[in-house]
């Protein structure tokens, strides 16, 4: 008896005096967004699978026949469903990351107020970002690997590098999360800030950064605000990769520019999660 009680003594002082590390502590805020998903994941799947497939299907193959038609010098002589696919597939991430930031958090601060909750606990708001950071993540790469899959489908997969594309397309995705997400937790009387985003920024990335036609094609005063985009380093990246070999000095040009931002993001997120959740 007294072996069992020192022994429970003991695991008792170990559990007590036991401290989560920092990511354990994010696994933890990720497993409440599991949870949540495990409600919704069906229809997301078929979105998933339903959007590349009609777009690649009404965009590269039924207005990329008009497209060859015409020749495709411009597009590096490729057909334009393989111009299309790898730039659709990155623009697809910055979609999914979009989806999965604005409303979300919005909703878990000011609706359903289940940050508030989770700041209640030992989460700390750091732990709460880097959560749902582990989430949308995950989405990224469910979506991203659905995705691969049906550019296998349609044929358009040129070169192995593009198993790389998964992993830069999820890059890209992140790069736009963090920062949405630093932003969206701010807002605290309404979400009319999000139209803004989604009228002036989301479209005319989706449109403009080189997903649907070459950058090049821009007028020449507005192709630095193209080149400036994260959606552009993400698309051309994983063009470069479908391509084949891609010129060292550029891919690594291009993870830089969306790793420093999504640091800066990270970091931005942090201050701003703690801004609002400890009050």
């Given at each position: 008896?007294?072996?069992?009680?020192?022994?429970?003594?003991?695991?008792?002082?170990?559990?007590?005096?036991?401290?989560?590390?920092?990511?354990?502590?994010?696994?933890?805020?990720?497993?409440?967004?599991?949870?949540?998903?495990?409600?919704?994941?069906?229809?997301?799947?078929?979105?998933?699978?339903?959007?590349?497939?009609?777009?690649?299907?009404?965009?590269?193959?039924?207005l990329?026949?008009?497209?060859?038609?015409?020749?495709?010098?411009?597009?590096?002589?490729?057909?334009?469903?393989?111009?299309?696919?790898?730039?659709?597939?990155?623009?697809?991430?910055?979609?999914?990351?979009?989806?999965?930031?604005?409303?979300?958090?919005?909703?878990?601060?000011?609706?359903?107020?289940?940050?508030?909750?989770?700041?209640?606990?030992?989460?700390?708001?750091?732990?709460?970002?880097?959560?749902?950071?582990m989430?949308?993540?995950?989405?990224?790469?469910?979506?991203?690997?659905?995705?691969?899959?049906?550019?296998?489908?349609?044929?358009?997969?040129?070169?192995?590098?593009?198993?790389?594309?998964?992993?830069?397309?999820?890059?890209?995705?992140?790069?736009?999360?963090?920062?949405?997400?630093?932003?969206?937790?701010?807002?605290?009387?309404?979400?009319q800030?999000?139209?803004?985003?989604?009228?002036?920024g989301?479209?005319?990335?989706?449109?403009?950064?080189?997903?649907?036609?070459?950058?090049?094609?821009?007028?020449?005063?507005?192709?630095?605000?193209?080149?400036?985009?994260?959606?552009?380093?993400?698309?051309?990246?994983c063009?470069?990769?479908?391509?084949?070999?891609?010129?060292?000095?550029?891919?690594?040009?291009?993870?830089c520019?969306?790793?420093?931002?999504?640091?800066?993001?990270?970091?931005?997120?942090?201050?701003?999660?703690?801004?609002?959740?400890?009050?």
């Open positions: 008896m007294t072996a069992a009680v020192g022994a429970g003594g003991v695991a008792g002082a170990r559990e007590v005096g036991w401290v989560a590390g920092p990511w354990e502590m994010a696994v933890r805020a990720f497993r409440w967004w599991l949870v949540n998903y495990r409600r919704t994941w069906r229809g997301s799947i078929y979105s998933s699978v339903l959007n590349p497939v009609l777009f690649l299907g009404a965009m590269g193959v039924g990329g026949s008009l497209v060859d038609h015409h020749g495709t010098a411009r597009l590096g002589g490729l057909s334009y469903l393989a111009f299309l696919a790898p730039g659709l597939m990155a623009a697809s991430a910055m979609q999914t990351a979009v989806g999965e930031s604005l409303y979300p958090v919005y909703s878990a601060v000011k609706w359903q107020q289940t940050y508030q909750a989770a700041a209640a606990t030992p989460l700390r708001p750091t732990d709460i970002f880097r959560g749902h950071l989430f949308t993540s995950m989405r990224l790469i469910m979506n991203m690997v659905i995705f691969l899959a049906i550019m296998g489908a349609f044929g358009v997969i040129r070169s192995p590098w593009m198993l790389a594309g998964v992993p830069v397309a999820v890059l890209t995705g992140l790069a736009f999360a963090a920062p949405l997400d630093a932003f969206a937790v701010t807002r605290k009387k309404n979400d800030a999000f139209n803004v985003i989604f009228r002036f989301m479209i005319p990335l989706f449109l403009f950064s080189g997903t649907f036609f070459p950058v090049s094609q821009l007028p020449a005063w507005i192709r630095p605000v193209a080149y400036a985009t994260p959606l552009w380093h993400g698309v051309a990246l063009r470069a990769l479908n391509a084949g070999a891609p010129d060292l000095l550029g891919a690594l040009g291009h993870a520019y969306l790793v420093a931002l999504l640091a800066l993001s990270l970091a931005a997120g942090q201050v701003t999660y703690r801004r609002r959740l400890y009050v």
